[in-house]
């Protein structure tokens, strides 16, 4: 299973951006989708995961600001972010799991550097 994100790039305080992970190589459907990041100095950190049945999960630090969204179709998922803060600046990883909602582990995106200025 591969995973190719994208989407990252600089945004200002407050402002928004889109990221999108493109997955090949496995049955999309079968997989828990989720977004973590890892900021310079810090451990990766979960944000949001989105089941087979698109229920969702969302770390505090960004609920209500971010949005996961999958589409089985076209083997994508998604992740809003709005109201970026400068703390949201690190890379950013999807990844596929079967089963786990929040330790997931089974594969990993290349990442994504998304930059927010003050």
């Known amino acids: 299973v591969q995973l190719q994100a994208s989407g990252g790039g600089l945004a200002q305080a407050g402002g928004s951006l889109g990221l999108s992970c493109a997955v090949s190589g496995g049955t999309f459907s079968n997989y828990v989708m989720g977004w973590f990041r890892q900021a310079p100095g810090k451990e990766r950190e979960f944000l949001a995961s989105?089941?087979?049945?698109?229920?969702?999960y969302y770390a505090d630090s960004v609920k209500g600001r971010f949005t996961i969204s999958r589409n089985n179709a076209k083997n994508t998922v998604w992740l809003q972010m709005n109201n970026l803060r400068p703390e949201d600046t690190a890379v950013y990883y999807c990844?596929?799991?079967?089963?786990?909602?929040?330790?997931?582990?089974?594969?990993w995106g290349q990442g994504t550097l998304v930059t927010v200025s003050s």
């Open positions: 989105i089941t087979r049945s698109d229920s969702t």
């Open positions: 990844a596929a799991d079967r089963l786990r909602i929040v330790s997931m582990n089974d594969y």
